[in-house]
């Protein structure tokens, strides 16, 4: 730069502070919006100037639109484009070198140029921002504080700044896309986890649709083929009973056997729930009715394993149709029964909440692994003993409360308790 400064009134050694001072605020601003900014206010400041802009080149066209101004009046802030070769900062887009204007009236270059009268001085210094000869933008600044006109030595000084500014405006835009990408990456990522989950859950209950509409066609079969002769060997055990004494060994066989026959005619029940074809009733049932002969059928259980009952129904519950209300009740208190062995408690409430209502039955018995609780809704899988269950029960409970066009949710914590959340629509399923 020579032993004297390229600014008059300003020391070597002070542009060399005052230049890093502008680099360093270039360099630390984290938005383009932002770069542009601070560059302009500080490079103003440098120049000893009161009016200044930068202008943007609008992607894939010859065109630059007006980003950031200070200084400039609001009807001239109005005129936001300027494009290739047409006036001052359309001239320096164009030829892509920056432009040293002494005096624009007296200037050849621009003899058709007539400055705006807002203008206190003519004198204009104008860099292209350039990346490797890749057009960016443009820098102007204008109107020297003191009055005086610029120095054709002070481009170099823009020229060097325009640089800086450039490079790290388009590091700065790669930044933008590259979260973007990354942000879009992340998305479809979501998307395809989403996607794949739902793939994994469809699946599952095609499945399990698979497996019923295997059962419901066996069903029927079953019921005519099976029912008719088991309702036989039924009756004739009742009537060997009849006809011995209460300390006959015999007798103890043969109740063994009914147990046994009992317990095949309820997994035929079963079979015909899980198929639907049983006689559904197109009559309206009160919830706290459903649930009440749904204890009294289980009464003998509850007492025998010292189970309370706490119920918390409210008031003025809509009547719904009976689609198999009680039968719902019957299989999960059921399976709150057998998971305690030694007392507890059953929790059963139910609450109106728009036209949905929410039931929710919590037990306190040793609960369900985290690894089947998914698992629990299939047909044939349980958890119980052998001779406690088929494993029928959940999946019937889960059929009904589909053809209600609700849902059923449960959470269990292994040791300690869990809740079965039935949300049943009041409306819409007639």
Do not use: W
């Amino acid at each position: 730069m020579g032993a004297t400064s390229l600014l008059e009134g300003v020391s070597q050694s002070d542009l060399f502070n005052k230049v890093n001072e502008v680099c360093g605020a270039v360099n630390s601003v984290s938005t383009s919006d932002e770069l542009l900014d601070v560059s302009l206010s500080k490079i103003m400041d440098l120049f000893g100037a009161c009016r200044g802009s930068i202008y943007i080149l609008k992607e894939d066209e010859d065109v630059l639109v007006l980003k950031v101004s200070k200084g400039m009046k609001r009807k001239d802030e109005n005129q936001l484009t300027k494009s290739f070769g047409k006036g001052f900062v359309g001239k320096v887009a164009e030829m892509k070198k920056p432009i040293f204007v002494e005096d624009i009236a007296s200037d050849k270059r621009f003899k058709n140029y007539k400055p705006r009268s807002s203008y206190s001085t003519n004198s204009f210094i104008c860099a292209p921002l350039l990346v490797k000869d890749e057009l960016l933008g443009v820098i102007n600044i204008t109107d020297k504080e003191s009055g005086s006109r610029f120095k054709e030595e002070e481009i170099q000084l823009l020229d060097f700044l325009s640089i800086q500014i450039a490079l790290n405006y388009r590091r700065l835009e790669l930044y933008k896309k590259l979260e973007k990408v990354v942000r879009e990456a992340q998305n479809l990522k979501t998307r395809l986890i989403q996607s794949d989950q739902k793939a994994e859950h469809l699946k599952k209950h095609i499945f399990i649709q698979d497996r019923l509409a295997s059962i419901g066609k066996l069903a029927g079969g079953i019921a005519h083929e099976f029912n008719n002769p088991l309702d036989g060997v039924l009756r004739y055990t009742n009537l060997c009973l009849e006809h011995l004494k209460d300390d006959d060994i015999v007798r103890g066989y043969l109740l063994e056997i009914k147990y046994g026959l009992n317990r095949m005619a309820g997994i035929v029940r079963n079979l015909l729930s899980c198929s639907r074809t049983g006689i559904v009733k197109n009559e309206k049932i009160d919830l706290a009715k459903a649930l009440e002969l749904s204890l009294d059928s289980l009464k003998t259980e509850l007492s025998c394993k010292n189970i309370s009952v706490e119920k918390s129904i409210a008031k003025g519950l809509p009547p719904i149709i009976d689609l198999g209300l009680e039968r719902i009740f019957v299989n999960l208190l059921r399976n709150a029964i057998d998971a305690m062995d030694d007392g507890g408690k059953i929790t059963v409430s139910a609450n109106l909440e728009g036209d949905l209502i929410q039931i929710k039955i919590v037990d306190t018995g040793k609960g369900i692994p985290e690894q089947e609780v998914e698992k629990i809704f299939e047909p044939f899988y349980t958890t119980k003993d052998l001779g406690k269950g088929c494993g029928l029960g959940l999946t019937i409970v889960y059929e009904i409360v589909k053809i209600y066009n609700g849902s059923i949710e449960v959470e269990s914590k292994p040791g300690k308790n869990t809740t079965f959340k039935i949300i049943l629509p009041t409306v819409g399923i007639e």
